[in-house]
């Protein structure tokens, strides 16, 4: 099969053993190592800071940079796939992120460290955007669950890998080495992706994202990045108002010209699937939650309690720990439970882990930490791969990069949410902010829990409905 075949060629149930186990391995070295690389540069924000002799104010960007040129190319590249294949714009995205990363490595100044970030980021953007469609291509449809599972858990170890190997490669070396590590990786990611992952079918005629749509789609999610920002970092008043305008003339005039689309780029199409729409909702609320407690918890457990930098971080890795153990697990029990309940049972476990987090006792023990973030992480981990698998499954299979794209974005505007209800928290209640972080995550979690069970209802994706 060729990467020229159309969707009215299928059948397509999977890539054979053993050629599944390394596709399956392409893709998690891409997608563990873009979130390696973003783990690594949160950590070392403060040493680059420093020895590129700028303020914490400038060094944000290093992150920014990333974040932004994900966020205004996710949905792009995942059109894009669905008109040039999948493995096409996989393999262009990791050779992108590999020499960005040279490029972050050499950089002798902030401006070109930046200029990099953003090339790493687009590079990333390809990798993520379409990396839950390969998954549908590479597993069977009776075994979806499995590798979301599969996914989630790389998701996790590479989040719990980042602060070690950050702090073990500043141990022994100077900071371009905390890029030049992706080289080596992305080489290897390339050759397996190049091997294995198959030339999924593309759309019959060929159709590729308009330039008017992409410049449409920056505009609207810069304006929603630079207005979150502003407010977080107390810009006047009157420049994150004019952001905020701009941003809904520009999302107001996007989605009118997206809703005439056939194809559109902002797929509001899959939004028309009841079950798509309420589980985006149900990943929003989560991916909130999720933010929320990651950026409350190093403040509340050092300024409440006194534990230093290192307690703390040996005892946040119960979570990420905790989650490589349930979503394989969770994965498995696709198709045999309803994703809906398992959903939102997770959540449920989820909100009461972070709620029971905010009420600590005032001289906590070590257990009584750990096994509120191993219930918070294990509820997450059973809410991620059903989600994901019913969220990619309820698309039909020709429109498969968009809904990865969508499950892309979900995350990023949960994520972004969240980032700016903690900014907001930190202004409004100082003293307190972050056990309010926390109540908060509590609440958006049990609300994506009410949600999830909402889809009990509703008709399953026929691929699930088939395993059951």
Same mark, same amino acid.
């Given at each position: 099969?060729?990467?020229?075949?159309?969707?009215?060629?299928?059948?397509?149930?999977?890539?054979?053993?053993?050629?599944?186990?390394?596709?399956?391995?392409?893709?998690?070295?891409?997608?563990?190592?873009?979130?390696?690389?973003?783990?690594? %540069?949160?950590?070392?924000?403060?040493?680059?800071?420093?020895?590129?002799?700028?303020?914490?104010?400038?060094?944000?960007?290093?992150?920014?940079?990333?974040?932004?040129?994900?966020?205004?190319?996710?949905?792009?590249?995942?059109?894009?796939?669905?008109?040039?294949?999948?493995?096409?714009?996989?393999?262009?995205?990791?050779?992108?992120?590999?020499?960005?990363?040279?490029?972050?490595?050499?950089?002798?100044?902030?401006?070109?460290?930046?200029?990099?970030?953003?090339?790493?980021?687009?590079?990333?953007?390809?990798?993520?955007?379409?990396?839950?469609?390969?998954?549908?291509?590479?597993?069977?449809?009776?075994?979806?669950?499995?590798?979301?599972?599969?996914?989630?858990?790389?998701?996790?170890?590479?989040?719990?890998?980042?602060?070690?190997?950050?702090?073990?490669?500043?141990?022994?070396?100077?900071?371009?080495?905390?890029?030049?590590?992706?080289?080596?990786?992305?080489?290897?990611?390339?050759?397996?992706?190049?091997?294995?992952?198959?030339?999924?079918?593309? =759309?019959?005629?060929?159709?590729?994202?308009?330039?008017?749509?992409?410049?449409?789609?920056?505009?609207?999610?810069?304006?929603?990045?630079?207005?979150?920002?502003?407010?977080?970092?107390?810009?006047?008043?009157?420049?994150?108002?004019?952001?905020?305008?701009?941003?809904?003339?520009?999302?107001?005039?996007?989605?009118?010209?997206?809703?005439?689309?056939?194809?559109?780029?902002?797929?509001?199409?899959?939004?028309?699937?009841?079950?798509?729409?309420?589980?985006?909702?149900?990943?929003?609320?989560?991916?909130?939650? =999720?933010?929320?407690?990651?950026?409350?918890?190093?403040?509340?457990?050092?300024?409440?309690?006194?534990?230093?930098?290192?307690?703390?971080?040996?005892?946040?890795?119960?979570?990420?720990?905790?989650?490589?153990?349930?979503?394989?697990?969770?994965?498995?029990?696709?198709?045999?439970?309803?994703?809906?309940?398992?959903?939102?049972?997770?959540?449920?476990?989820?909100?009461?882990?972070?709620?029971?987090?905010?009420?600590?006792?005032?001289?906590?023990?070590?257990?009584?930490?750990?096994?509120?973030?191993?219930?918070?992480?294990?509820?997450?981990?059973?809410?991620?791969?059903?989600?994901?698998?019913?969220?990619?499954?309820?698309?039909?299979?020709?429109?498969?990069?968009?809904?990865?794209?969508?499950?892309?974005?979900?995350?990023?505007?949960?994520?972004?949410?969240?980032?700016?209800?903690?900014?907001?928290?930190?202004?409004?209640?100082?003293?307190?902010?972050?056990?309010?972080?926390?109540?908060?995550?509590?609440?958006?979690?049990? %609300?994506?829990?009410?949600?999830?069970?909402?889809?009990?209802?509703?008709?399953?994706?026929?691929?699930?409905?088939?395993?059951?």
């Amino acid at each position: 099969m060729n990467e020229a075949t159309t969707h009215t060629s299928l059948p397509y149930d999977g890539v054979p053993m053993p050629r599944r186990l390394g596709a399956i391995l392409a893709v998690a070295f891409g997608v563990g190592m873009s979130v390696l690389d973003s783990a690594i %540069a949160n950590v070392a924000l403060p040493t680059l800071g420093a020895e590129l002799s700028v303020s914490a104010a400038d060094s944000i960007w290093i992150v920014n940079a990333y974040q932004l040129a994900i966020m205004v190319t996710i949905l792009p590249f995942a059109a894009l796939g669905e008109s040039v294949g999948y493995r096409r714009i996989y393999l262009g995205g990791l050779a992108l992120f590999t020499l960005a990363s040279a490029g972050c490595a050499l950089a002798g100044s902030l401006a070109t460290l930046v200029a990099a970030r953003v090339l790493q980021g687009v590079g990333a953007a390809a990798v993520t955007s379409i990396n839950t469609t390969l998954i549908r291509f590479i597993y069977p449809r009776a075994q979806l669950g499995r590798g979301m599972g599969i996914n989630a858990t790389v998701v996790a170890v590479a989040s719990v890998a980042g602060p070690a190997i950050a702090a073990g490669i500043l141990s022994v070396g100077s900071w371009p080495w905390l890029f030049a590590i992706n080289i080596p990786v992305g080489f290897v990611a390339l050759w397996l992706s190049a091997r294995f992952l198959p030339r999924n079918p593309v =759309q019959a005629d060929g159709r590729k994202p308009r330039w008017r749509d992409m410049a449409m789609n920056a505009l609207t999610f810069g304006l929603l990045m630079f207005s979150v920002e502003g407010y977080s970092h107390g810009w006047d008043g009157r420049l994150v108002a004019g952001g905020v305008g701009a941003l809904l003339a520009a999302g107001f005039l996007f989605v009118r010209s997206q809703l005439r689309e056939p194809r559109p780029l902002l797929p509001l199409d899959l939004l028309r699937i009841p079950i798509f729409s309420v589980s985006m909702l149900t990943s929003i609320c989560s991916y909130l939650a =999720q933010m929320l407690s990651m950026v409350a918890l190093p403040f509340y457990l050092q300024h409440r309690f006194g534990f230093d930098e290192v307690e703390t971080g040996l005892l946040l890795t119960a979570w990420p720990a905790v989650i490589m153990v349930v979503a394989p697990v969770a994965g498995m029990l696709v198709g045999r439970v309803h994703a809906g309940a398992l959903g939102g049972t997770g959540l449920a476990a989820m909100a009461a882990g972070v709620a029971a987090l905010a009420w600590l006792p005032a001289q906590p023990a070590t257990f009584d930490i750990v096994w509120r973030l191993v219930l918070g992480g294990a509820g997450f981990a059973l809410f991620q791969s059903p989600n994901n698998s019913l969220l990619i499954a309820s698309a039909p299979p020709e429109r498969s990069g968009s809904a990865s794209g969508m499950l892309a974005t979900a995350r990023l505007i949960g994520q972004t949410t969240g980032a700016a209800m903690m900014a907001l928290l930190f202004h409004v209640v100082p003293d307190d902010s972050a056990r309010r972080a926390l109540l908060v995550a509590g609440i958006a979690a049990a %609300a994506g829990s009410a949600v999830s069970f909402s889809r009990l209802s509703l008709p399953l994706p026929e691929a699930l409905v088939r395993r059951r």
